[in-house]
């Protein structure tokens, strides 16, 4: 039936509860820090854990995979704007917020597990790719598109921008995903992106 002109349908429900959502947001962290998989982790636990009503997160999540993606958005934080002033400027500045968040406890162990769903939950796979993955890939690019534009990038290497993607963020990436102890040090951000420019700035 439709309203009658002026009329606003009052919302169904009761409101979230921010501190609730929250909370159930900062236990799934703290459990994933604490070893706990994403194969391993319920509604139920999750529930227990917070010291809420399974009702409670229901309500908000229907799923564990709708749960876990508003986990991801949580600590999501987007790659600085690139100031424009040189592709090594740009490109380290990105490396290193990278390599930031790849120190962060939480970061490490979501990544690690994402890497489980590709085959496990390949609907939760696309999301996270779609979400997160492929805008940064993407911010990523468009710096390399500088780059190449102004000829700080030899034109041949045009041909196959997601490899020069691939060259840049794969480093800190392997090491925070698949080597977990190695260490991500403080200069290596630039030294990432100096071994990366030495192999394609124009010669000569």
Same mark, same amino acid.
């Given at each position: 039936m439709t309203e009658p002109p002026g009329?606003?349908?009052?919302?169904?429900?009761?409101?979230?509860?921010? /501190? !609730?959502?929250?909370?159930?947001?900062?236990?799934?962290?703290?459990?994933?820090?604490?070893g706990v998989s994403f194969g391993d982790l319920s509604m139920v636990a999750v529930a227990r854990e917070t010291g809420v009503s399974r009702a409670t997160v229901y309500r908000r999540w229907p799923t564990m995979d709708?749960?876990?993606l508003d986990v991801l958005e949580a600590i999501e934080d987007p790659l600085p704007e690139p100031a424009g002033r040189s592709l090594r400027?740009?490109?380290?500045? /990105? !490396?290193?917020?990278?390599?930031?968040?790849?120190?962060?406890?939480h970061e490490s162990a979501l990544m690690r597990n994402m890497l489980t769903q590709i085959h496990t939950s390949p609907q939760l796979w696309q999301a996270y790719r779609d979400t997160f993955i492929v805008p940064r890939r993407q911010a990523f690019a468009r710096i390399l598109e500088r780059g190449l534009a102004d000829g700080e990038i030899r034109p041949e290497y045009g041909d196959d921008l997601e490899l020069l993607v691939d060259m840049v963020v794969s480093p800190v990436l392997s090491r925070a995903t698949l080597r977990p102890n190695s260490l991500l040090e403080e200069n290596l951000a630039e030294r990432v992106v100096d071994a990366f420019l030495q192999g394609v700035r124009p010669k000569g």
């Open positions: 009329q606003t349908v009052a919302p169904r429900g009761r409101p979230r509860n921010v /501190a !609730v959502d929250r909370a159930v947001v900062d236990t799934v962290l703290r459990l994933l820090i604490e709708a749960l876990l400027e740009d490109l380290v500045n /990105a !490396v290193e917020a990278t390599r930031k968040r790849s120190l962060a406890k």
